[in-house]
């Protein structure tokens, strides 16, 4: 590769480095001063990487805004990805299913970087339902059941740079503190599905476990929560059983995905 080549490179990663940077830290944005801190390029460098990512519809700026948001060309091609293969028609069986068995209801949550966000949700028959977190609802990953089983399938230098970026919006939720968040993170690995209460909601636990492809990536996960009197021990597993039940239901639609 000659210096030409080199160089085009190493643009094109540095744009795409600031494009995540941008995503992972979701719809708060983030400005030139924390973009250059963050990857240590020059000022004049990050002026120029983000207005062509402005000019070409990848980022934008809110009006009256300094900071830098996804810009409208991310959204039409979520959109195109969606037509191609829709997660949440794949999974809204399973959804269906575990509410209709536990009677709580069940959501479809994924990640964008150090966050996820809840793509479906259906309700179950019981009288009294966990509402709080509806379609669209973002948390810090690991706050709650889905956010946890997808935190603890990731590298430990992962796992950490996630819980460093999310150490202030922590304190937010209860008494869940990067230490306990790190003992949580073993306890699922150990059971495979996640367990945690009191911390988003309290009074709730709620149960999550991921989503892999044929592949073994992690596309995603389902949970299921309700009050505390709702969820002993035996109804835990109960819904650990029906989560992965209904997931392996969905596995051939999932491996093409």
Known sequence: MNNTDSRGTQSIDRTIG???QVVAHGAHGLTVAELVALSGLERPTMHRIVQALERQGLLKRPTGSKRYVLGDYCRQMAAAFADRADLRTVCEPALKGIADETGNSAFLIARIGYETICLARVVGSYPVQVLTVNVGSRNPLGAGAGGLAILSTLPLAEQNECIRANAKRLRSYGSLTESTLRTLIRETQRREY?????????????????????AGSVMGAITTSSIDSRMTRDDQQAAAISIAKHIASIQSSLDIL
């Open 18 to 20: 600031v494009l995540k």
């Open 194 to 214: 996640a367990i945690i209460g009191h911390y988003n909601v309290p009074g709730v636990i709620g149960i999550g476990m991921v989503m892999r492809n044929a």
